[in-house]
């Protein structure tokens, strides 16, 4: 993945065409309603829903493969990390589904349910701020951003280091191809000294990056960044009814499933 | 009595993992003591072949082979022995805080035992001419000293053959020579050195052979002679030809060989000619 | 043609250094002259442009003293929207002066940080893009760019703000033999069409000998040298010290001249030497020949 444009990925998917404050938003209530249901309902398949729809909107993004191999491993991991040891809070009580006769353990329903939901807590806003960012140009949503009053030299910082991710990577490689032909071997050896190694990487990173964060800075002064109070946006984002739309609708879907599943008892 | 080739380079692709072929069918043969200009746009190919040849990549198709031995089989470490790159941004490889611990950060890697990496620090000190004291903090020398500081932590490898990624891009003409003459003095000593480059000047007054590169096929392998003095090659290959070259076909009823790319060159048939050495004019 | 850089005994001491970067240095640039500077690395040459744009001090801390005059204005004290309108600068390095991700956002840019009316905006992106040769590739990251578009982009979006100078710190540096010519016709075809003052850093010459008004040469802070191409080249340049090698002609002429050959003047460009030495044998044939 070359990540020419930072994480953006052009394309004209369902969420491509929202206006970033929009997705923001969505963003930000996939994590409301997974926080209330990760810490107080605890209910994997509405977890599972939210989960869902994030997957969903990533999938509709066309992510590279880089995508799928990121959150498929992470999922993995979360998931198992989850199943081990939140049981250890669960809830008293509850139906056993898994004995494991040699330890004594006693795996319930209910800390199943606090173990999937806990998952998708910390699952589903990841991805969700991941659609963010795969499917909105770094300019909009730095506009987005300042039309919603955040200072604009403070909300460029993050626009800067999306932009600077691809030269960051590139660096990060030059530089350990460097140290390689200097016979730098970094898989072999000890921890400890396979650690100590990543020195010659590090430092030469970290200088490299202090003096292009100067030049940087002259650059950005010598095009009149932060000599106004206010800036143009050429491009300007327009709030559309397809985006109201939108909203409403995954909203909807949030707060229906809600509804319907807090009326019916779970299952099993 | 056959030369064995240092890097030969076998009918070899190279396709990164995006899909982009930076090489495409590319074959040739490094012999001991050449001193070689890869000339060639951004783009052509001239870094992913430098990297091929020390071991950095490994061929997608074709072989790559290092005094005989096929880079596939070698860690990148081995290959360093024998073949030395030196980047074209020292800031890329200067980490410690001594000078003495960044030039022997090569050799000890390679596992040279400690009393001759002493020996070997101090004697590439002294070939690049830095006169700083081993202790000095590299991070606070000069451009043109880092620039030495990179090179001689390469040379204390004493690899055979050194590749130097664009040594003179970025930097003022002056300091391009030192290096060059440096380079020089390196083949003198029976070094092999390829330098990438895009300044044609430089390639005419120091290579021997030039190689370039065209969209990642080899565009033309030559004595610098016969390359730089083919205008036709050259505006095919995106490059100028030398204002010595146009002169001297200028000038060619005069008597001045067509195919001078050298200023000094220049220089001696013109005053040869002068001196009525020859002229078919007349 | 009134002056457009003036500057008076400048002296200019970087905040953790303690010798003066430039050290008493006097020019004058008249509007609508290309002026190359050259000089070896550290002789101040950056200093010079960055402080005749204001970003030493403003950016850049240092001790400055004596006058810069832009037009009218002091860029230590004016304000940069307007010193924007009279000088800008394009820096060396593609990578590092490309701040946004797509060609058209870039060359906004700036234009959007000193406030201008969207539709202004449009219409001046279109038509630089269309001057350095980018239209079309508006949506295309910077990153995708070769490297003399990337230094062509950065002009367009410093051309944008139409500036009345332009300074250039080294734009071909970093590039390729297909990158610099890019480079090096764009800033003549803005001097032909536009007459934009230019102030060029180069350590190559060759490219722009016939077209250049006038050659300032640094060493250490100060002016050595300064003239028309002609003047500069009439006594022998050692690259060595000078940071810089003299076209390859001059180069030949020095060595000529060297040898007892007597030339009229030194050439600094092909024509000009092609006919002086057939002039040279021709009288030397004839010499010979009685």
């Known amino acids: 993945m070359s990540f020419e444009y930072g994480l953006y990925i052009p394309g004209r998917g369902v969420f491509h065409r929202l206006d970033p404050r929009a997705k923001i938003i969505w963003a930000l209530t996939v994590l409301a309603f997974s926080i209330y249901n990760g810490n107080y309902m605890m209910n994997p398949i509405y977890g599972g829903i939210i989960y869902a729809s994030a997957l969903l909107a990533l999938i509709s993004s066309k992510p590279t493969s880089f995508w799928y191999k990121l959150f498929g491993g992470l999922t993995a991991v979360i998931l198992f990390f989850s199943l081990v040891f939140w049981p250890a809070s669960a809830p008293r009580g509850g139906r056993p589904i898994l004995i494991i006769p040699i330890l004594g353990w006693k795996y319930t329903d209910l800390a199943l349910n606090l173990a999937l939901s806990k998952a998708f807590l910390v699952l589903s806003p990841i991805i969700a701020i991941a659609v963010i960012f795969i499917t909105s140009r770094p300019g909009d949503l730095f506009q987005a951003l300042v039309r919603w009053k955040l200072p604009y030299r403070l909300a460029y910082i993050p626009i800067l280091a999306l932009r600077f991710l691809p030269t960051v990577i590139v660096e990060i490689k030059t530089i350990t191809d460097a140290q390689k032909s200097r016979a730098l071997e970094l898989e072999k050896g000890s921890i400890p000294s396979r650690i100590r190694k990543y020195i010659a990487i590090f430092v030469p990173l970290m200088i490299r990056m202090m003096r292009s964060a100067l030049e940087l800075g002259v650059a950005l002064d010598s095009k009149g960044f932060g000599v106004m109070k206010t800036r143009t946006f050429s491009r300007e984002l327009r709030w559309r009814l397809y985006d109201t739309f939108m909203l409403c609708m995954l909203i909807a879907v949030y707060i229906i499933s809600l509804i319907m599943l807090t009326r019916i008892p779970i299952w099993w | ?282 | 043609m009134g002056t457009a850089i003036r500057i008076d005994d400048l002296w200019v001491r970087y905040r953790e250094e303690e010798d003066y970067a430039v050290k008493g240095l006097s020019l004058r640039i008249d509007e609508g002259e290309f002026v190359i500077l050259m000089g070896p690395s550290g002789c101040g040459k950056t200093t010079l442009c960055y402080t005749i744009m204001g970003i030493i001090p403003r950016v850049i801390k240092a001790e400055v003293k004596g006058s810069v005059k832009v037009f009218d204005l002091d860029p230590l004290t004016a304000s940069p929207t307007d010193l924007a309108k009279y000088v800008t600068i394009v820096f060396q390095n593609p990578e590092m002066q490309l701040v946004t991700t797509s060609v058209y956002e870039e060359v906004a840019f700036p234009l959007e940080n000193f406030g201008l009316p969207k539709d202004e905006i449009e219409r001046r992106v279109k038509e630089v893009l269309e001057v350095v040769g980018l239209s079309g590739l508006e949506n295309r990251s910077p990153a995708s760019l070769s490297g003399g578009q990337k230094q062509a982009l950065a002009i367009a979006s410093v051309l944008a703000l139409r500036p009345r100078v332009i300074i250039l710190d080294e734009p071909t540096s970093q590039l390729d033999p297909q990158g610099t010519k890019r480079v090096t016709d764009l800033i003549l075809k803005l001097r032909k069409e536009f007459d934009t003052t230019i102030l060029a850093v180069e350590h190559r010459i060759e490219w722009a000998v016939e077209y250049v008004d006038r050659i300032v040469v640094m060493n250490e802070g100060r002016i050595v040298l300064e003239g028309d191409p002609k003047e500069v080249f009439s006594r022998e340049i050692r690259p060595e010290r000078a940071g810089f090698r003299p076209p390859q002609v001059s180069e030949i002429a020095y060595n000529l001249m060297r040898s007892g050959v007597n030339l009229p003047t030194i050439p600094i460009s092909l024509r000009e030497a092609s006919s002086i030495l057939r002039g040279v044998l021709d009288e030397g044939a004839g010499h010979s020949r009685s």
């Open chain 2, 1 to 282: 009595m056959k030369e064995q080739a240092i890097v030969e380079v076998r009918d070899v692709s190279y396709v990164y993992p995006g899909g982009v072929k930076a090489i495409d069918g590319v074959s040739l043969s490094i012999k001991p003591g050449e001193f070689i200009a890869l000339l060639g746009q951004n783009g052509s190919g001239k870094t992913t072949l430098a990297k091929l040849m020390n071991g950095l990549l490994k061929p997608t198709e074709g072989t790559v082979l290092i005094k005989g031995r096929d880079t596939r089989k070698m860690t990148v470490a081995e290959c360093a022995r024998i073949v030395g790159y030196v980047f074209q941004n020292p800031e890329h490889q200067i980490f410690a805080s001594t000078i003495f611990e960044e030039i022997s950060f090569g050799p000890r890697n390679l596992g040279i035992p400690e009393e001759d990496v002493k020996r070997r620090v101090e004697e590439s000190l002294k070939f690049v001419d830095l006169k700083k004291p081993l202790n000095a903090f590299p991070h606070l020398l000069s451009v043109g000293e880092k620039h030495r500081v990179a090179i001689a932590s390469v040379l204390a490898m004493e690899p055979e053959f050194l590749i130097l990624d664009e040594p003179t891009t970025g930097i003022d003409f002056g300091r391009s020579l030192q290096i060059m003459r440096l380079l020089q003095r390196l083949r003198d000593r029976g070094k092999t050195v390829m330098v990438i480059t895009h300044d044609l000047y430089l390639a005419a007054e120091f290579a021997e052979r030039i190689i370039i590169l065209k969209d990642g096929t080899k565009f033309a392998d030559g004595s610098a002679k016969e390359i730089i003095s083919d205008k036709r090659l050259l505006i095919d290959a995106g490059l100028s030809p030398l204002q010595v070259t146009l002169l001297s076909e200028d000038l060619k009823d005069y008597g001045i060989p067509t195919n001078t790319i050298k200023t000094m060159e220049f220089v001696e048939e013109f005053l040869d000619i002068l001196r009525g050495g020859r002229g078919s004019r007349g």
